[in-house]
C-alpha cells in the first residue's frame, strides 16, 4: 500500500487515489494532423523506465485534483510533487 | 526423551492457575503461561505427530515461531477450529482441545451458521514501530521516547509474555511494505474479538526481531528427542519443564555453555558434548520402536582419529534428549520485505542485513542486526557426512527441512537437475515452503548447495523473504469484511418500498437494484413479461435513481460538452435535453446519457449508473489536465435527486396527476425538453425523454422525498394500473428499440460507428476520441457491428455471450472461425418471439442472412436483422399513435 | 425539506444505530443538514470577501480546515483548492444558496444545493476515535485531527467527509455520507463497536 503524496491534503493510503500514467503527456493540438503512427504514439506508448520518471494521480476519494509526482518504479519512493 | 515438570521455577507460567485441555484424548494438565507444546513435555508426551510425506514420528523441536515438527489442529476456547499451528506458540489457557496433525491440516467444515469467530482490523498511524521487545527492542523505543516525548512509539512482540513496560504483548509482525506500511496480527485483543489485523503506517521502523538457532544436519536428526539446544534451556527456564533426563549436546558455537549449565541445574544429566569445532561429530541416532531417541552416534576426531573410518564403528552413548544448535540465523525477514539487501557474514556464519543501502525508515538493530551474543567462534559445521559410502542413499535421513520431509538427498536431486538458483532450489526440494518458512531449514540448505556446488553461500544467497511471516487465517484477512459488510451496499431512497413489495435484486456495481417485481406464483419470465406489456400498453414506473448525475456550471460548459461528447452541445436550448456519446482518445465508446441545458451557464449531466464515478473523473482529468482555460465546475449530485421513471401511453395522465401546475401537453412540453415542476407539492424537474421508445417522463425530486415520490407515482397511476418495473424489464424495453447499454453491448472496442450511431457524431468539430475514428483499424469493414438477431425458432432465447458462426462454418474443425457474440437477449412482449443484439463482423451488410449460434447441445439458426425491431419510426414517443 | 408536499424521509429514519445504554459510544443521524457546494477562484480577492461578508467566514484556504460564520450557523468546509462545502441548519438551503449565488455575482464559480446529496451521522464518546480507526486509515487523533479541521477520506471503504467536533478527550465527530451508504455505514459502526475492548 502506497502512501501517495496529494500536494493538497499531504499523505494518504494508495486506495484514495486512481493512477494517471505517465506524466507529460500533452493531448496534441490538432490531432487531425498526425499520422496514425503519430496519434498511436500518443494514445498507447508509454515510457517504462528503471528509476525515478513523473506519473500522474488523482485523489478520487479526496480533494479530486490531479497531480504530477516523481517516483522511482524501483523503489516506490516519491520525489517532487506538482504540476 | 522423557520430560517432566521440575518441582518448581519457570518464570513464564503461573503454578497457582492450573489449566488443562485434550490432547488426542488425553487430558493434559499446565500451567497459565504454558504453551501446548511446553505443557505436552512436562507431561512426558514426547511423540506429537507425523511427519508430512514420511509419516515418520516427530517430536517438540523448538520453543518459538520456527517449530517445524509440532504443528497441531487446536479448537481454542471460543470453540473455533484452527489448523496447522505451531504447539510452541500457542497459549494453553485460550485452547479447548488439541489434536496432532498426520502431515497436514484441516479446515473445520462449519455449518451455516457456525462460524461465528470475530476477526477485525484496525488502523494505527504512529511515529515510531519497534518489532520485537528483547532487550535492543525495549532499548530501541525507549530511546524514541525520550527523543520525542509526544511521539507515538508502538513496541510490539508475538510473546504474549514478553517482558517490558508498553509493550503490545502477542502481536506479530506479518510483513513490511512500502512506505512505512506494517502489517501485524493480535490475537483475542478485545473481549468479543478472536484477533484483529492491524494496518500500521509508522513514520520510522525498528526492526528488533532477534536471530533463531539453527541445526546441524546429520543421518536420523528427525527423531523425537532432537530438539534445538536453547529450545531446552527456554522450558527449563521459562516453562519449569525438563526436556529430558539424559542429553547428549552438539555444537558448533559457544552459546551452548549456558544450556548445558542450565540442564544440568534442572536435573539432566549432560552425557557428552559434541563440539563439531574439534572434530567431534554426531553421525547417526538410534531410536526405539516409537522411533524415539535412544542414543546417540559419535565419531571422536580426539584420541581416536581412526573413528568414523571404513569399518570402524563410531562410539555410542544412551541419551534420551539431544540438542543441537549450528549457530543462530539474525531474523531478516521484516527486513528483507522492505527490500533490504543480506549479505553473508563469516564472523557469525549467518546472512545479515546489509545496512549500507538507502533504508532510511527502517533499522535494524541487535541479534537481528547480526550481533549475536556468545556466539564465539563459531565452526563452520553445517552437515555431517553418512558413516558409511556417502552414496545418494545414504543422505535420505539427513532431513534439512523437518516441516516439508526435504532431506540432502532432495537437495542433491534438485542441483543435479541443474537447478543453480537457489530460488528453484527452493521450488525444487519445497525447502522452505512450510508455515514456518525455513526459519531453521534455510540458511542450512543454502550452505549445503554452496557445498555442493563448490562456491560460497554468500554468492548462493537465500531465497527471497516473502509475507505473511507466520500463517494468517482467511478469516483473520476477511476481518468485518463479510456478510452484510462485505462489500459497501448502495440502496436507493425507495428501497423500503421495493424490498416490501417483493422486488427480487440485482447488484449493480454496489447498488442494489430491483431486477423484477414478481406477482403470487410468477416465474421472472412471467414477471419480466407482464412488467414491459405494462409499458408498451398502459403505464410502468422504475426507480431510476441510480443514474449518475452531474451539475456543470460555469460559462465554458457548452465548449467543454462539444470536445467530451461525440455530438454538439452548445447549440442546446436552455429547457431542453439531448442524448450525448462519449468517447476516451482511443475513440471507443466510455459512456452515454441525456444531458439538459438548466441555464445559459448550468447542464444536467447524466451517466451510465456503473459508470457515475469515472465520468465525472474524466471530465475532472480533462479541465484540469488539458483545458484549465474552460471555466467549468463538475459536482456530482447523482445523490441528491432521486428518480423516477414514468413510461408508457398513459404517462402524460400520471404526470398530469401529479403536477396539476405542469402544461403536459405536447405543445408545451415536447419530446426531449425538461422543466421545473411541482410533483405533489414538492419543487423538482421533470424530464420528457425516453429510454423504451415510449411516451416517458423522469421525475426528479430530492433524495429526501424519493420514497414519498415512489408512493405519489404509484397512486396516481393506480387508475392506470402503472405496474413498477425492474432492470430486466428495461433492458428488454430498450433492447426492442435497439439502444445500446454501455457495458453491455460495449466492451471498451467498440466505436459509435460500430454501434450504428455515426448520427450522434458531429463532423463538424473536433471532440475527444475523433481522431481515433480516422485510424486505419477503425474504417476496416469487417469490424463487428451492432445488428438485431432473430432465432429462427421464435421461441429459443439465446443465452447472451453466445458465439456466433458462419451457416457453412464446419464446426468440426477448431478452431472455428467466430463471426462475432450474442450481447443482449431476451423473450418480447412487444415482438411476439424472442430477440438478440449481437455484435457481428460487418454485420449491416449481412442483414437477412443467416449464422449459426452452436450452444452445448445443439446449434440454433438466427436471421440477422436490423438492430431497431420495435417501432422503427419513433411513432410511440408522444403517446399511443392514433389510427 | 418542505411541510407541505411529499413528506421528507431521512436516509437513516428508523435505522436502529443504537448500541447499548452503558455504551461510551453514541451514533446518531443529524438529519437534514443543509449543505451547499461552492467553486470560486481563491485568488480572487473582491470575490472571496463577497463570500466572507454573506457567510459571516472567511473560505479556509489551508486544505483540510474549516471555518465557522460569526453567529455559529454556517461551517465551511475545504474540499479542495477551489472547492468548499457550507453546512448550514435545516431548511435554510434556498436562502444560502441565493446568497451565495449573489455574491459570486458575474464571477466563475458554481453554487449548488447538495443537501440531500449527503447525510450526517454524529459519532460521539470517548470511543468515537478507536470505533472509527477499524476502517479509516487517516490519523484522526489530534493535533493531526482536531476540530478546525475536515478529511474527505474513506471510511470502511465507503466516500466520507469526517469533521471532528468534539475536544480532544471527549471526540465527537460528524461523518457525511452519501445517503446509499448510509445504511451501510450505520450497520457497519454499530459492528465496529462490538470490537471495542
Ligand atoms: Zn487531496
Known sequence: MLLVPCPHCGPRDE??????GQAGIAHPADPE???????LDYLFLRDNPKGPWRERWVHTAGCRRWFDVTRDTLTNEFGDIGG | MTGSRLPDGGTGIDRGDPRAFDFEGTVVSGFAGDTVASALLANGIDVVGRSIYHDRPRGVFSAGPEEPNALVQVRWASGISEPMLPATTVPVEDVLEVRNLAGRGRLEPAEPGTDTGRFDARYAPCEVRVIGAGVSGRRAASNARTADPGARVLLIDSDPAAAGDEVRRGMTALGIYDHGYVTAVERCPAPATEGRLWHIRAGRIVIATGATERPIIFADDDRPGVMLAGAAATYVERYGVRPGERAVIFTNNDTTDAVTATLRGAGTEVVAIVD????????????????????????RAHGRPDAGADGDDPETIEADLLLVSGGWNPNVALWAHARGTLRFDERIAAFVPDRAGPHGRIEVVGAAAGEVEGLGDIGPTWVVPPPGPATDAAWSTHYVDLGRDSTVQDLQRA????????????????????IDQGRTSGVVTSAIAAAILGQDVGAIGVPTFRPPTVPVSFAQLAARNRGALADPIRVTPSHPWHEANGAVFEDVGQWKRPHHFPQAGESVDDAVLRECRAARTSVAMMDATTLGKIDLQGPDVGAFLDRVYTNTFSSLKVGSCRYGLMCRADGMVF???VTSRLADDRFHMTTTTGNAAAVLDHLEEWLQTEWPDLRVHATSVTEQWATVAVVGPRSRDVVAALAPSLDVSDAAFPFMTWRDAVIAGTLGRAFRISFSGELAYELNVPTWHGLALWEAVLAAGATFGITPYGTQAMHVLRAEKGYPIIGQETDGTVTPQDLGMAWAVSTKKDFIGRRSHRRLDAQRPDRKQLVGLLPTDPRIVLPEGTQ??????DLRVTPVPMLGHVTSSYDSAALGRSFALALVKGGRERIGQTVLAPLIDRVVEAVIADSVLFDPENRRRDGEPQP | MTDSGLRARSPLEGATLAIDSTSTLGIRELPFLVQVGLRADPADEPLMSRLTTVLGARPPTDPNTTSISEDGTNQVLWLGPDEWLVLGEPGTAGALESKLRSALDAA??????????RTAISVSGPRARESLAFGCAIDLEPPAFGPGRCAQTLLARANVIIVPVGPADEPAFRILVRPSFAGYLATWLVDAAVGLD
Open chain 2, 276 to 299: 563439531a569445532r574439534r572434530g567431534d561429530l554426531i553421525v547417526g541416532t538410534m531410536g526405539d520402536d516409537a522411533g524415539r531417541l535412544t542414543g546417540i552416534r559419535i565419531t
Open chain 2, 804 to 809: 456466433l458462426v458462419a451457416p457453412d462454418a
Open chain 1, 15 to 20: 486506495t484514495e487515489f486512481k493512477y494517471g
Open chain 3, 108 to 117: 466563475a464559480g458554481a453554487v449548488v444545493d447538495l443537501s440531500a446529496n
Open chain 2, 591 to 593: 459512456d452515454d446519457g
Open chain 1, 33 to 39: 494532423s498526425l499520422t496514425d503512427a503519430e496519434w
Open chain 2, 415 to 434: 542441483l543435479g537437475a541443474g537447478l543453480e538458483s537457489i530460488e528453484h532450489v527452493k521450488r525444487y526440494t519445497t525447502i522452505g515452503t512450510g
